[in-house]
């Protein structure tokens, strides 16, 4: 895999909304390269849219050197406490889950591609199989002509703490023509910890440690915000870890809207997503190629993703519901 393809990973975090989310995620990804790699080939696929001390050993009529220390650090302690970055002020997780009701046990079917044109599928299996916990069994691939020019099977396992609604685990598994990436994350009371193998590899993994709370995983995200009562003009915004990083998803509420699923109208919730990357200093950092992105949930009991777009930069990609078995 070239670095450039590796660089595009983060691009469809977009899928928030999505029982699908993460493998939207992954998926919806490659085919943005298998785009690239249609133009690339002539093809006329249509265009769419801390700060250090230096020491100083004369004092003089001065206080000793060390009064300076004790000044400066305890300054500095209340200065970090104050500095918090903006954007914390503006999250809404600390409420809690709001109380619309779970979702039943399902299996959920999603096409992804791009102008119309079909280039990947995905299984979701939704269940509770303990008490406390919920659990999302994934998988997909690419498919058709597209899987041609680039190939992608995935899987994806999560556990989730079903009375916070606040995730604890994920594994994924992601297989390329001619690598396999492996990634396993930790989410801790007060940190996230994740770790990405490639194989092969000449180099050894680093672990990413995220010293936040609270983070969804993007399970969790969608179940967390489709609790809330979702209002016209409501928006939520809560810190969401994808692929191998930690982002600011903010959700506004649209309104109502109908839309064609498979041939049939849909009463649906029209949400809109922004996304920020959130840098190793807590700073928030635009997106180089998500430009934006929007979803539709089904308007009933169920609150299901009925479709998803993300803007980016050769237009935009989609992900649709194509079956639901309610078990």
């Known amino acids: 895999m070239i670095d450039e393809q590796r660089s595009r990973r983060p691009i469809f975090i977009a899928t928030l909304w999505a029982r699908a989310s993460w493998l ?38 001065r206080p000793p050197v060390w009064i300076f220390a004790i000044v400066l650090l305890v300054t500095g302690d209340a200065a970090c406490a104050d500095e918090k970055p903006d954007w914390i002020g503006l999250l809404t997780s600390d409420k809690g889950p709001g109380t619309f009701a779970a979702p039943p046990a399902m299996r959920l079917g999603y096409l992804f591609g791009w102008s119309g044109i079909k280039a990947a599928t995905a299984d979701i299996h ?33 556990t989730e703490n079903k009375n916070t609604l606040r995730p604890i685990h994920f594994f994924q598994e992601e297989k390329y023509r001619q690598e396999i990436v492996k990634t396993n994350v930790d989410f801790e ?33 969608l179940l967390w915000v489709r609790s809330q009562p979702l209002a016209d003009g409501d928006k939520e915004s809560i810190v969401v870890w994808a692929s191998n990083a930690p982002y600011l998803a903010t959700v506004r509420v649209i309104g109502r809207d109908t839309i064609k699923i498979k041939g049939q109208n849909q009463n649906a919730i029209r949400l809109d997503l ?54």
């Open 126 to 158: 939704f269940f509770s199989p303990t008490r406390n916990t919920f659990e999302v069994d994934a998988s997909g691939g690419t498919s058709g002509f597209p899987r041609t020019l680039f190939r992608l099977d995935v899987y994806h396992q999560a």
């Open 24 to 61: 939207f995620f992954r998926i919806a990804h490659r085919t943005i390269q298998i785009r690239a790699l249609h133009r690339q080939s002539g093809s006329d696929l249509p265009e769419k849219r801390p700060t250090g001390l230096r020491h100083n050993t004369y004092l003089g009529d």
């Open 274 to 327: 922004t996304l920020k990357k959130i840098d190793k200093k807590m700073q928030l950092k635009d997106h180089k190629l998500f430009k934006g992105g929007r979803g539709w949930l089904s308007d009933d009991n169920k609150r299901i993703p009925l479709r998803i777009e993300a803007d980016i930069f050769i237009g935009y990609v989609f992900a649709e519901l194509e079956s639901m078995q309610l078990e």
């Open 189 to 221: 009371s007060d940190c996230v910890m994740g770790l990405r193998e490639k194989i092969p590899s000449d180099h050894p993994s680093k672990p990413n440690v995220f010293k936040f709370s609270p983070v969804f995983d993007m399970t969790t995200a």
